[in-house]
């Protein structure tokens, strides 16, 4: 058992509040397991609690609007990924910001950042900014639960560049960057990688980048196809971490 | 000079018939530089034959409905990547081809072939499946231009999966199969990543797959996540095949 709550043969997934012994769920979460994944009593579900740790459970009962869990084991710890990989994008002109946290999500990280390139279009509000960042919150939650995680990314933003200039183990996505065979660990136990704005980030922004450069592929890329295919490479360069001791 | 389109300093892309001295374009590709791209008279835009060789020409003129060009250089020779990569992907409940293709064709793809596997959803017909198959062509077009690329991708397809069962150069994509790190290269200089729909293969049908197991990310991806994420990372691992001899 390696604790992948995606590896267990379960035909469901979801997020608990508390690991308990006996779980019932009335919101989106039973709505999601009766009606989208149709769960009946008997069927094994996974729950977990979006901080690392999950617990198989059987359905016991499926009522108007509620599903009752019973677990079947201790909960399980799942290893962390190392290192953390979190990706910072640069909202853009056309960019999908939905498209690109469900895809990190899937794909792992531990946050995704949105950030304001000078060329970033559009510029949100505080107000709009707020928004716009709880409902990318919300389908990182819907892709952590197709994809069976038991940690949620973090989901903040919006951040201008300048604060991502400094940053421990930063690595900027650019065409004429190293690859990432060649992309030393980061001595700080985290990858940030940043992924700039449709047409680059201003001269005068990129210089002030300190951070590893990475190529992610030979052609041009769209904004969000960066962002994804920089997440597909460096999750493959992530390893568990070994077991804390006892 | 790498010869890749995509790092010449053009202001735009587009594909032509042929690469004369002098060009003059009046259908899509008109429209696309004078409407979308706006250039203007004296903008240098870089443009392809689709088989791999492409040009740096000058706007000499807009007029309505069409845009005449003016070569600035001999013709270039795209450097192929070696090993080839075709992405076939099974069609798939909630599948969207269209961004696969899109993602897989800015990611650099010699070609992508959709598949029928047995848990495919929806089945097309052979009239539907030829009429989409033609639109993915499309779509693969527009992704070319937007990535500045030299070679159009192949599209093809609807192929039963029995089809690519024995295909030299097969790879498979799978949540239990081994890193990309480990992956060898392809004796026949091509490998064909195959990723099946939501769900999996059936158990025949995979147990049929003679190919080379590849895990992509440690958790569950939707399966156009997992085409993009697979194609992101074999890219990584090609090269470009050296210049023939004089």
Do not use: C
Not at 41 to 55: F, K, L, N, Q
Not at 82 to 89: D, H, K, N, Q, T
């Amino acid at each position: 058992m390696d604790g992948f709550a995606a590896r267990y043969p379960a035909v469901a997934h979801t997020f608990v509040a508390a690991l308990d012994d006996d779980v019932s769920l009335d919101d989106e979460a039973a709505h999601h397991l009766s009606r989208v994944r149709r769960v009946r009593s008997g069927d094994v579900i996974t729950a977990a609690d979006g901080r690392g740790r999950w617990r198989p459970y059987a359905v016991a009962n499926v009522r108007p609007g509620a599903v009752d869990l019973r677990a079947q084991q201790p909960p399980v710890d799942e290893p962390r990924l190392e290192p953390r990989l979190v990706v910072a994008f640069a909202l853009t002109k056309g960019a999908k910001p939905d498209l690109v946290v469900q895809k990190l999500t899937e794909l792992g990280v531990d946050g995704v950042t949105v950030v304001a390139a000078r060329r970033s279009i559009p510029r949100w509000s505080v107000e709009r900014a707020g928004a716009a960042v709880a409902r990318l919150g919300r389908i990182a939650r819907e892709a952590a639960v197709q994809s069976r995680r038991a940690r949620l990314p973090e989901v903040d933003g919006v951040l201008p560049v300048s604060d991502l200039e400094r940053r421990p183990g930063l690595v900027v996505a650019d065409p004429e960057g190293g690859d990432p065979a060649s992309l030393p660990a980061p001595s700080t136990g985290e990858w940030v990688l940043l992924v700039g704005p449709e047409g680059g980030f201003a001269p005068d922004e990129a210089a002030a980048l300190d951070g590893d450069r990475l190529r992610l592929a030979p052609h041009v890329l769209r904004a969000e196809t960066a962002a994804i295919a920089g997440a597909a490479l460096l999750a493959t360069k992530r390893t568990q971490a070994p077991e804390p001791p006892a």
